[in-house]
């Protein structure tokens, strides 16, 4: 068994064990283990095999037995077990209609089904009122529901990276490309679909039906299913003629206005065949969101990024040390990374005061000792005190290297006053960057009421950037905003916010925002060469 597999099943058993009432903590380990085993370098069942699995971090004893059930069986007899007493197959159908999976359960008891298609006869029939906590008023909402496919939708987004994972996953094992809202790098997605080509469908349909991460199918046309996931995720399925699959993965992927502007789609086997048969240059898919027909810029690429400016270490929150984090980045091929860890206003973890921030500098110096010519920057992640002013002295920002500036507490302000104090943080001279700038956690927290074009002026008179922060359920500034903020000629800057070095992998995620807001290589500060950003602004801008 592969590393994504041995993985796959690990989270389908931490779901298990969340349906089951199991203690959460258990799940959840199950799901970092999961998370721990995606990111292995090395073959784990190898690992399993010599005893050696719980050297990697987050495998204790029990979830290196199941691994070891695992790999010696290919499967977890309490997986299994679960799976007959939980029916995540009604579970996955039940969440996507709107249940929770404890009523879903519980109507799959009541009624004596076991299977989504049991579960459309019993509607069919009308028995779903009979189930205990089922009015009326349920019953139509289900029916419509079931009723209403065309345009299958969570309930609510994936975040990106969750996104990848799952029709990354799925695109994978089937051996077509993952569409829908991931392809164009949507924040957060609602359609996910995989696109195949093979001249009959049959055979990858009930592959389709017989993966892991699949457990009820919702619909099933000749050429195409919908099935949906234990969490009740939709993921639809396209099984194109290959002569065809271009068009197919093209109308699977652009928003539904940019491909309607470009039909009627001629056939054709990949997606370039398809513009040149329209006489159209080459749109890449993150641009796909209004209709356009235009060359579109140059924009900037994972390979144009030089260095990290935004990552966090064992001095605050960060799960690793500065040389770690240094070698992380050096493995990119970065040229520099800053270490901007916070100070004490944030709160809830542990902040650096002046004089942590001169001890920081010390262990700073070793590394880049080490490393050189690679360049570590002594950088913060400063707070943005309720007033406007900083979390630590001019003189020791002035020492520093990189200072970002950050709102923690108090993202609820109103308008006016989030931005003066926001504006007054900026005009301190040391600042560089804004972190963060609309403070959003992706189906946690709403945006933040701050007056971008406001903060865009001031930015610009200060020369400070925005940033675009990669981390999955942030990922702010959003497209939108980096398109407005270079439209007013901010610069941004594409972070990572690492708080490990495996969260250095999100650079993908900022760039990829970016992308979707037109950036191209000139607007992103950290694609300049190290020289650059250490003098300062004055050049870059
Ligand atoms: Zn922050
Ligand atoms: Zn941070």
């Known amino acids: ?18 349906l089951g009432d199991a203690n959460p903590y258990t799940a959840r380990a199950y799901r970092r283990a999961a998370e721990t085993i995606r990111a292995a370098p090395s073959p784990v069942a190898d690992l399993v095999r010599s005893g050696r699995v719980r050297d990697l971090r987050g495998i204790g004893s029990g979830i290196e037995a199941r691994l070891r059930e695992l790999v010696e069986t290919g499967e977890i007899a309490e997986l299994a077990e679960l799976e007959r007493e939980l029916a995540p197959d009604l579970v996955g159908l039940g969440r996507y209609l709107g249940l929770s999976a404890k009523r879903s359960v519980e109507l799959g008891r009541a009624l004596g089904i076991r299977t989504a298609d049991e579960l459309r006869e019993a509607a069919a029939a009308g028995r779903l009122r009979t189930a205990p906590g089922i009015g009326p008023k349920t019953e139509a909402r289900l029916l419509e529901a079931l009723a209403h496919e065309a345009e299958p939708r969570p309930r609510r987004g994936l975040l990106l990276n969750r996104a990848w994972e799952l029709v990354g996953g799925i695109a994978a094992a ?236 108090g993202q609820r302000m109103p308008r006016r006053e989030l931005t003066k104090r926001v504006e007054e943080a900026l005009r301190n001279p040391q600042v560089r960057c804004l972190s963060h700038p609309k403070g959003r956690l992706i189906n946690r927290r709403p945006e933040n009421a701050l007056d971008l074009q406001r903060v865009f002026e001031v930015a610009l008179a200060q020369r400070v950037a925005l940033e675009l922060n990669g981390l999955p359920n942030p990922l702010d500034l959003r497209g939108e905003h980096v398109r407005d903020a270079i439209r007013a000629g901010v610069q941004i800057v594409c972070s990572t916010d690492a708080h490990s070095v495996r969260g250095l992998e999100n650079m993908m995620l900022s760039v990829m925002t970016a992308r979707r807001g037109w950036a191209t290589p000139p607007q992103v500060v950290n694609t300049q060469a190290l020289r650059s950003i250490l003098d300062g602004p004055g050049a870059a801008y």
Not at 1 to 18: Q, V
Not at 196 to 224: G, K, S
Request: negative net charge.
């Open 1 to 18: 068994m592969e590393n994504p597999e041995l993985a796959d099943r690990l989270d389908a058993f931490a779901s298990l064990l969340e």
């Open 174 to 409: 089937l051996g077509g490309e993952a569409a829908g809202d991931v392809r164009r790098w949507r924040d957060s997605c609602e359609l996910l679909a995989v696109v195949c080509a093979a001249p009959d469908p049959r055979h990858m349909l009930a592959r389709f039906t017989e993966l892991p991460q699949i457990v009820a199918v919702v619909e099933h046309d000749e050429r195409r299913a919908v099935g949906v996931t234990v969490d009740g995720m939709p993921v639809e399925l396209v099984v194109a003629e290959p002569q065809r699959f271009g068009t197919a993965l093209m109308r699977a992927t652009g928003s539904r206005a940019y491909v309607a502007a470009l039909e009627p789609l001629p056939g054709a086997p990949d997606a370039q065949a398809v513009y040149r048969a329209l006489d159209l240059p080459w749109c890449p898919p993150e641009l796909r969101e209004e209709p356009f027909r235009g060359e579109p810029p140059a924009l900037v690429e994972a390979t144009d990024i030089r260095g990290d400016l935004h990552c966090h270490t064992t001095w605050s929150d960060g799960k690793a040390s500065v040389e770690e984090m240094a070698r992380g980045a050096r493995a990119r091929g970065y040229d520099y990374l800053a270490i901007c860890d916070h100070t004490p206003a944030v709160g809830a973890v542990r902040g650096l005061t002046a004089e942590d921030v001169r001890r920081q500098a010390e262990e700073i110096a070793a590394a880049n000792e080490l490393l050189s010519p690679f360049r570590v920057l002594r950088g913060i992640e400063c707070d943005i005190l309720p007033d406007g002013r900083l979390d630590l002295p001019d003189d020791t920002l002035a020492e520093l290297d990189w200072v970002q500036a950050s709102v923690h507490g």
